[in-house]
Every structure is written in C-alpha cells, then in structure tokens.
Nanobody, 125 residues
Framework: QVQLVESGGGFVQAGGSLRLSCVFS????????MGWFRQAPGKEREFVAA????????YYATSVKGRFTISRDNAKNTGYLQMNSLKPEDTAVYYC??????????????????WGQGTQVTVSS
C-alpha cells in the first residue's frame, strides 16, 4: 500500500521561503507521477503543481508559477515543493499526492489515488 508523508510546513513571513518534502513508500516511486495540492479554511482543495515520473515534465497553477518549484529524487523516494516569495494567500494545508496514470497537466484532485496527511503552511503579512 502506498504511503505518503509530508514535512517542512511552518510559519513564515511574507516574502519568505519554505521547502516541503513528501516521502513515498510501499511501491516503486519512479512509476508514479506526483502532485501538490493545498486547501485553505472554507475553500476547496486546489491544484498547485505536478511532476511526471521521471521529473522531466512539470506543470504549475498560474497562482504559483515563477514562485514555486516542484522536483523529485527517485533514488530517495522523495518529492519536493520549493516555495519562494510566499504570500499570505498561500496559507493552507499542503498535501502531496501520487498516481500511476495521471497526466501531469491534470489539475483535478480526484485523479490522484494516494494522499498524504498534509502539512500546514502559514504566511503572515
């Protein structure tokens, strides 16, 4: 059974940076695309970024493009989300997700089979 565990969330001032990590276990990580989503209080879960199994393809939500970078290290079974120039509106619980067949450009959370428990990111103004 696939398990995903996020870490790296925290409290940061606007303009600051954080790097989230997502450790994958239970299957062969390099067979899965990985995505990051976020959910703010009272809002639906929204797509942030995704990366293909090899790391060669990435896709970003317009709201984070140019500020966030998604990456992966298949040797370490770990995915990352580097978040720079953070804004208060980036405050949310961030989730990593994995799926074997999802296309990188798919923004629907329903397309992903496996999810982590989430990590809180809070950006103060």
């Amino acid at each position: 059974q696939v398990q995903l565990v996020e870490s790296g969330g925290g409290f940061v001032q606007a303009g600051g940076s954080l790097r989230l990590s997502c450790v994958f276990s239970g299957r062969t990580f390099s067979n899965y695309a990985m995505g990051w989503f976020r959910q703010a209080p009272g809002k639906e879960r929204e797509f942030v970024a995704a990366i293909g199994w090899s790391g060669g393809s990435t896709y970003y939500a317009t709201s984070v493009k140019g500020r966030f970078t998604i990456s992966r290290d298949n040797a370490k079974n770990t995915g990352y989300l580097q978040m720079n120039s953070l804004k208060p509106e980036d405050t949310a619980v961030y989730y990593c997700a994995a799926d074997r067949t999802v296309a990188v450009s798919t923004m629907s959370a329903r397309a992903y089979d496996y999810w982590g428990q989430g990590t809180q990111v809070t950006v103060s103004s």
